[in-house]
């Protein structure tokens, strides 16, 4: 993708507050990267290169990457895993599976084994523990899988251990108020491609403009794009920092780019200093 139509590569830093954080991890980093698209279209090869060093110069404890790693063919997986083997962390990298990389029966496992090759753990309905019993890291199956059932590995946590999640889809975090979620790292929107300066997404003022219609008049309208709404059902998640009841949620823009392109909405890495709540 060209790069007028992507922008430039953004570094965004924010501190996030965790309750009950051990003092041994305050200050941990880590860094954030999803939703590469990487198909020889959607991603160039210089921007994901700039993705990889500003990752590395943030020094990170950790990295997480939050899914979508190809388009629909899995196979270019193989020469991604290649660019990514040279990320570097204090307690290595972990992921999780977006929908397209469960597109096809076989993308999974392909993607999962070329993940495994550079010593890159798919956390799929699993826990892990980087940093320690004392703050652990959940990744969860992709949402629209038939896999995705967070209460397998969210109740197998004591509600008073403070915990990361990860979760491609931000539409998890509805589900996830059931449970402590003290950070949820999600991807999945594209922050929404085209942003209005001093307003938002524009995608949230148009689903506003649209559940404003009743709904009787809004079948008689086929203008009307229903296919935003398959994507995510809560846009106003679609990019940043988000309180939603007691959890906390961050949405990071991903890298990759679709047509028509970003429009003040420019890819992202994302790094995360933890701070005790």
Same mark, same amino acid.
């Given at each position: ?5 992507? #922008? ?25 990267? !999803? ?50 083997? @040279? ?15 469960? @597109? ?7 993607? !999962? ?11 799929? $309905? ?5 940093? #320690? ?38 539409? !998890? ?15 999945? /929107? @594209? ?8 307003? #938002? ?50 949405? $990071? ?12 909405? !420019? ?5 995360? /200093?933890?701070?005790?709540?």
């Amino acid at each position: 993708m060209h790069w007028l139509l992507t #922008g430039p590569l953004t570094v965004e830093k924010i501190t996030v507050k965790i309750q009950d954080l051990p003092a041994s991890l305050q200050g941990i980093r880590i860094v954030q990267m !999803t939703d590469f698209h990487y198909d020889g279209l959607r991603l160039s090869e210089k921007m994901l290169e700039k993705a990889i060093i500003a990752c590395n110069k943030a020094q990170p404890d950790l990295v997480v990457l939050t899914g979508d790693y190809v388009t629909d063919d899995p196979s270019p997986i193989n020469q991604l895993v290649l660019r990514l083997k @040279h990320l570097q962390s204090r307690y290595g990298t972990y992921a999780v599976l977006g929908n397209h990389d469960i @597109h096809y029966a076989h993308s999974k496992a392909e993607i !999962t084994s070329a993940f495994n090759k550079i010593g890159i753990e798919i956390l799929d $309905n699993k826990i892990a523990y980087p940093f #320690g019993k004392e703050l652990p890291l959940v990744g969860l199956a992709e949402y629209w899988s038939p896999h995705f059932h967070p209460e397998l590995v969210m109740n197998q946590l004591d509600p008073a251990t403070p915990r990361i999640v990860l979760s491609h889809n931000p539409d !998890t975090a509805d589900i996830l108020r059931h449970w402590r979620v003290d950070l949820q790292l999600s991807g999945h /929107t @594209h922050g929404g491609h085209i942003v209005i300066p001093g307003v #938002g997404p524009a995608i949230v003022t148009y689903n506003n403009f649209v559940r404003s219609i009743p709904r009787k008049l809004r079948r008689r309208m086929p203008f009307i794009k229903k296919e935003f709404f398959k994507v995510v059902r809560n846009w106003q998640w679609a990019q940043g920092f988000h309180q939603i009841g007691s959890n906390q949620l961050y949405v $990071n823009r991903g890298l990759g780019t679709y047509l028509p392109g970003r429009f003040f909405c !420019t890819p992202e890495v994302t790094v995360i /200093t933890l701070k005790k709540g």
